[in-house]
């Protein structure tokens, strides 16, 4: 049982925080046309962040939570001024020049936290409470894979409620249809891209303070992170939330199974998965034709 | 090409074919440095410029050739036989990679290409045979015999010639290839593919053998490399490495052919400058972000946009036609913004 078991939850808690890096790509995409590249950078320095707060502060759940909460908020801040001072000049341009543009932004953030911590790994211990395991059918599972898991699946409930119940999930809607016709409705596009890019890196860095107790602090760790993303945006088919869930899940697990079996896969996986089902649905699973 | 143009090409070559014999040796490292980089972002052009197909997993090319290099050079070849098999090695998996890659098109296909060379990173990485994370130590290439005279080329001033004559030729193929009827091909399909394979043309085989070329192209480039460095790492094919020939064809320009070579050097330059601060990325992702909002035709279109301001205040003296150079400037620009 166990040999199913761990490689399942582990399988999952990377979909959960790929899913929650993934839906805020596809969402930015989806409405302004952007692949952000800086994505990564931004679930870097939340991880960065959380660190710089907690560490041998506020030893408990309550402090950790909070403070990626905290970090999260700051690093929301920096991303409304990287949209306002960069993006917004850029929304005109050829898609590449934008590419370029944000990893330029990736390599200022990556640049700095590596001036400000340095090159070498750091890494930011659980609080005790958090590090222990319960037992599902008689086998122990590391407890605060199962929060992330639970996170993962309130964040997607959120947003989803956000993109179908409210006022402006319909209108984020209605601009990734058609910026023109929304715009001409009366909608202020421009704010809307602004709130939509915010969203997007809010998920961003809170998906890197949940992720960083379990992982070592790299400044480089953004620029892994964010090609898998990629590879679970364009799987599912850009601009698709639904699709960036079910790539996630069907990545993570396959990635976590095949890595577990034949570890020389580790890692490569999910970018095979991606050649095969762009080979067949060059879409993506629940992307639009075209 | 204008007369003064080839003239002012061969005063630059016979400079550079002169210059070991009047700069210390690390410059000449760094010209050669220079030399790989210009070849390395000239053949990324070739399928950027002329064939508009933006690839992000060019470094996979680069890093084959040189991974094939080290292995053949340590089994005793000579560099010119080697650097021909880097490139027809780095030909055959760009084809592939274009094959599979050319089913989708915009951004699908950069994500592709970006994914396909992480495999083959990947698969380098994890290779005990190639040195794994290591690496392969202790390439030195074999001395070469030409017309009876022996060159020591593990010297990297002596290495040197065969970079600068590799790049020289290989740029030079290029150049013809670009301005020949496959080049016109690819521009026609850049610009409207549907319309191009109405008329009769293949327009995925072309974009394959275009792919090809790059790659072939890039593999030679990343041939040259390891014999200089001596030692290679899988580092040469990840993806930030598939970025810096964008970077460099971004900062020279990307609308002129010799947009690399301008750009390889400028780039070489600020990395020289930045590196003992420690910050060289903040610099780079600082020039980058000039580039990409006010300058979006590099150094080459900022040269031109103030020749031509020189030309028009000059001709304002003679009172000829200011407004007709004016126009020229402006179309130029905003021409060079729409066409990539």
Redesign the interface.
Known sequence: MDVLLLPLVNGLTQAAVLFMIAAGLTLIYGVLGVINFAHGSFVMLGSYLTMFFFVGKFDTVLGLFSFIFISSVVITLLGWAVEVLVMRRMYKANEFYMVLATYAILLIIEGCVEKYWGASPLSLPLPDSLNTTISIFGISVPFYSILICIIGIAVMGILWFLMNHTNLGRIIRAAAADKTMTNSLGVNVPALFTVVFVIGIFLAAFAGGLLAPTVALLPNMGVNLVIQAFVVVVVGGLGNIKGALLSAVLVGVLDSFLGFYIPVLTGITSYIVMAVILTIRPQGLLGKVG | MKKSSIFFIIILLLGYFLAPLFVNNAFSFKLSEIFILVLFASSFQFIARTAGM?SLGHAAFYGVGAYASAVLVQKGYSIFFVLLMAGVIAFLLSMIIGY?SL??T???F???T???A??VY??IY?TPALGGQDGIPGILAQPINLFGWELDISRPEKYYYVIFFTVVVSIFILYILTNSSLGHFLRSIRENSVRTSSLGINVKRYQILAFGIAGFFGGVSGALLSPLEGIITPETLS??QS?LP??IV?IGGINSFWGPIVGAITFEMLYSLTIDS?????????I??AI??LF?DGVIGVGRRFISMLRTSFSKKKGRNMEELKGVGKHGNSAA?RS?
Do not use: D, K
Not at chain 2, 278 to 286: D, E, P
């Open positions: 933006f599979l089913r989708s915009g951004i699908y950069a994500m592709l970006l994914s396909l992480q495999v990947l698969v994890r993806w930030t970025a964008l970077i971004l420690g910050a060289s990325n903040i610099y780079l992702g600082i980058l972000l990409v909002l979006p913004r990539i």
